[in-house]
C-alpha cells in the first residue's frame, strides 16, 4: 500500500499558476503509475492526467492537454502537477492515486491508493 498526500492547492486567479505535489510513503514510486484526477461539487471524479511507471509515458484529459504537466521525482517519490492558464472549470479538489498498473490509467477503477486531496479554486 502507499500512502499519498497531496499539496500545493489554493486560490489563485484566472491565468495564473500552480504546481501540486503528491508525495508517496511506503513503497517507491518509481515502480508505480501515478495520476491525477479532479473532483467539483456534484460533477464525477474527473481524469487529468498520469504517468505510467513503465517508460514514463504521460497521459492528459482533452480539457487540460496544453496547459497541465505531470512530472515525477522517483528520487523524493513525489510526482507533481503543473498546472498553467488556470480557468475557473479548473476549480475542484484534486487527487493523487496510484497503480501499480501501465493501462486504462484514466479510469479511476484502476487505481489502488488514493491521497485525501487538495482544493484548488479558481477565481474569475
Known amino acids: 500500500q502507499v500512502q499519498l498526500v497531496e499539496s500545493g492547492g489554493g486560490l489563485v486567479q484566472t491565468g495564473g499558476s500552480l504546481r501540486l505535489s503528491c508525495a508517496a510513503s511506503g513503497r517507491t514510486v518509481s515502480r508505480y503509475s501515478m495520476g491525477w484526477f479532479r473532483q467539483a461539487p456534484g460533477k464525477e471524479r474527473e481524469f487529468v492526467a498520469a504517468?505510467?511507471?513503465?517508460?514514463?509515458?504521460?497521459y492528459y484529459g482533452d480539457s487540460v492537454k496544453g496547459r497541465f504537466t505531470i512530472s515525477r521525482d522517483n528520487a523524493k517519490n513525489t510526482v507533481y502537477l503543473q498546472m498553467n492558464s488556470l480557468k475557473p472549470e479548473d476549480t475542484a479538489v484534486y487527487l493523487c492515486?496510484?497503480?501499480?498498473?501501465?493501462?486504462?490509467?484514466?479510469?479511476?477503477?484502476?487505481?489502488?491508493?488514493w491521497g485525501q486531496g487538495t482544493q484548488v479554486t479558481v477565481s474569475s
Open positions: 504517468i505510467s511507471w513503465r517508460g514514463g509515458n504521460t
Open positions: 492515486a496510484a497503480t501499480s498498473g501501465v493501462v486504462a490509467l484514466t479510469i479511476p477503477g484502476r487505481y489502488d491508493d
